[in-house]
């Protein structure tokens, strides 16, 4: 690994006074493991850090991938990494004690269906034991995991039952030795994924799924109020949107960032642009926001500031700019835009920044683009760190 740090203030722009006090840079670093350096994974550890699970490959190697876990701060500072190699694809994983649970799924599918493995794992990522899940998915499905109340594991997954036409998400309940306690399927018009799964305030769960009607060629947010057991308390369906993220705001409510597709009749042309939707606790909408001032935007993640404001962190492709930038942008608690930057290095392959919020301090962790033209594996980890 390959750290290289340089700190200093940003040079003074033509932005406002207003505008220059906020989210000053102070500093930035890299991280490389080799030509090309891809994030796939990002999620907090229970220890209050960040855990990257990286790929990587060699400049004299470029068609032999290795992977990596890195472990960095909310500053953005390495703590350790280590090589790590699954037999099948990360999907999600939960950390408990000394322990993850991971789930893995098939992609060797030839265009079949694919299937999901659910693994333990110790802190240095030994291998444990494996329970296959002998269930059909569909290649592009999903499937997420949490920890309830009463250490048992809660799993969702999109299925199909084959040579039917029926499909659906199901839910299943695991105890830590990975013996299946129960299981339900509950069967979907249209093709469902499941997206994110996150407790309520009464110590039930917000499953995030995203629903796709054929008919109406409409894409929706499908959000889901579960119990403890999977068992279903309401769902309500929000339409023409893409969902990336889901969180708990400190006032109680619940805010979805994701995208949706638009076409403008003249051109014929499709433009992926950014979506924030904010809902009371019961589902009730509050407010939503577009963001469509780019051909093409892609989310990151979101979090909430000290003053109670959000941050929201994307890839975008400008109109008149081949290259992709990263992009952050601010939105108070009424939906208003207030700050926005567009950072003039580009981005990695198919990539978009993170950002993590410490005492004083947002850090966005992304990849750069550092190679020539004809060279497009050569990027590092990009470590930028901003006032809050």
Same mark, same amino acid.
């Given at each position: 690994?390959?750290?290289?740090?340089?700190?200093?203030?940003?040079?003074?722009?033509?932005?406002?006074?207003?505008?220059?006090?906020?989210?000053?840079?102070?500093?930035?670093?890299?991280?490389?493991?080799?030509?090309?350096?891809?994030?796939?994974?990002?999620?907090?550890?229970?220890?209050?850090?960040?855990?990257?699970?990286?790929?990587?490959?060699?400049?004299?190697? !470029?068609?032999?991938?290795?992977?990596?876990?890195?472990?960095?701060?909310?500053?953005?500072?390495?703590?350790?990494?280590?090589?790590?190699?699954?037999?099948?694809?990360?999907?999600?994983?939960?950390?408990?004690?000394?322990?993850?649970?991971?789930?893995?799924?098939?992609?060797?599918?030839?265009?079949?269906?694919?299937?999901?493995?659910?693994?333990?794992?110790?802190?240095?990522?030994?291998?444990?034991?494996?329970?296959? !899940?002998?269930?059909?998915?569909?290649?592009?499905?999903?499937?997420?995991?949490?920890?309830?109340?009463?250490?048992?594991?809660?799993?969702?997954?999109?299925?199909?039952?084959?040579?039917?036409?029926?499909?659906?998400?199901?839910?299943?309940?695991?105890?830590?030795?990975?013996?299946?306690?129960?299981?339900?399927?509950?069967?979907?018009?249209?093709?469902?994924?499941?997206?994110?799964?996150?407790?309520?305030?009464?110590?039930?769960?917000?499953?995030?799924?995203?629903?796709?009607?054929?008919?109406?060629?409409?894409?929706?947010?499908?959000?889901?109020?579960?119990?403890?057991?999977?068992?279903?308390?309401?769902?309500?369906?929000?339409?023409?949107?893409?969902?990336?993220?889901?969180?708990?705001?400190?006032?109680?409510?619940?805010?979805?960032?994701?995208?949706?597709?638009?076409?403008?009749?003249?051109?014929?042309?499709?433009?992926?642009?950014?979506? !924030?939707?904010?809902?009371?606790?019961?589902?009730?909408?509050?407010?939503?926001?577009?963001?469509?001032?780019?051909?093409?935007?892609?989310?990151?993640?979101?979090?909430?500031?000290?003053?109670?404001?959000?941050?929201?962190?994307?890839?975008?492709?400008?109109?008149?700019?081949?290259?992709?930038?990263?992009?952050?942008?601010?939105?108070?608690?009424?939906?208003?835009?207030?700050?926005?930057?567009?950072?003039?290095?580009?981005?990695?392959?198919?990539?978009?920044?993170?950002?993590?919020?410490?005492?004083?301090?947002?850090?966005?962790?992304?990849?750069?683009?550092?190679?020539?033209?004809?060279?497009?594996?050569?990027?590092?980890?990009?470590?930028?760190?901003?006032?809050?």
């Amino acid at each position: 690994m390959t750290l290289v740090s340089c700190n200093g203030q940003e040079k003074q722009t033509n932005r406002d006074k207003e505008t220059e006090l906020h989210f000053q840079e102070i500093g930035e670093s890299s991280i490389s493991f080799g030509g090309h350096n891809s994030i796939l994974n990002f999620k907090a550890t229970a220890d209050n850090n960040y855990l990257l699970y990286l790929r990587t490959n060699q400049q004299d190697n !470029i068609h032999k991938d290795d992977f990596y876990f890195l472990k960095i701060s909310p500053k953005g500072d390495s703590i350790n990494s280590l090589p790590i190699s699954f037999e099948n694809f990360l999907t999600d994983y939960i950390e408990l004690d000394q322990f993850y649970y991971v789930i893995t799924t098939d992609l060797r599918t030839m265009g079949g269906y694919t299937k999901d493995f659910l693994n333990k794992y110790d802190k240095n990522w030994k291998l444990i034991w494996s329970r296959k !899940i002998n269930k059909p998915k569909y290649p592009d499905g999903s499937t997420v995991l949490t920890l309830t109340r009463n250490n048992e594991i809660l799993l969702i997954a999109n299925e199909f039952i084959p040579k039917t036409t029926k499909i659906g998400i199901s839910f299943r309940r695991y105890n830590l030795d990975g013996e299946l306690i129960s299981e339900n399927l509950m069967f979907t018009k249209g093709h469902s994924k499941p997206i994110s799964i996150i407790q309520s305030a009464d110590n039930n769960y917000y499953l995030t799924a995203e629903q796709y009607d054929q008919d109406a060629n409409i894409n929706s947010l499908w959000l889901m109020k579960l119990t403890q057991k999977g068992d279903t308390i309401w769902t309500k369906k929000y339409p023409n949107f893409y969902s990336c993220q889901t969180i708990l705001t400190t006032n109680g409510d619940l805010l979805f960032y994701g995208s949706n597709y638009s076409q403008t009749e003249e051109q014929k042309t499709h433009y992926h642009y950014l979506k !924030i939707i904010s809902l009371d606790t019961e589902g009730n909408l509050k407010w939503q926001k577009d963001i469509k001032q780019n051909y093409y935007e892609k989310p990151g993640n979101v979090i909430e500031t000290q003053s109670g404001s959000y941050l929201f962190s994307s890839t975008i492709t400008p109109v008149k700019d081949k290259g992709d930038r990263a992009y952050v942008f601010e939105l108070d608690k009424n939906g208003g835009l207030t700050f926005d930057r567009k950072f003039e290095y580009s981005v990695g392959i198919s990539s978009v920044p993170f950002l993590i919020r410490t005492e004083g301090q947002i850090t966005i962790i992304g990849q750069k683009w550092i190679g020539k033209f004809g060279d497009p594996f050569h990027d590092i980890i990009q470590v930028t760190k901003l006032t809050e």
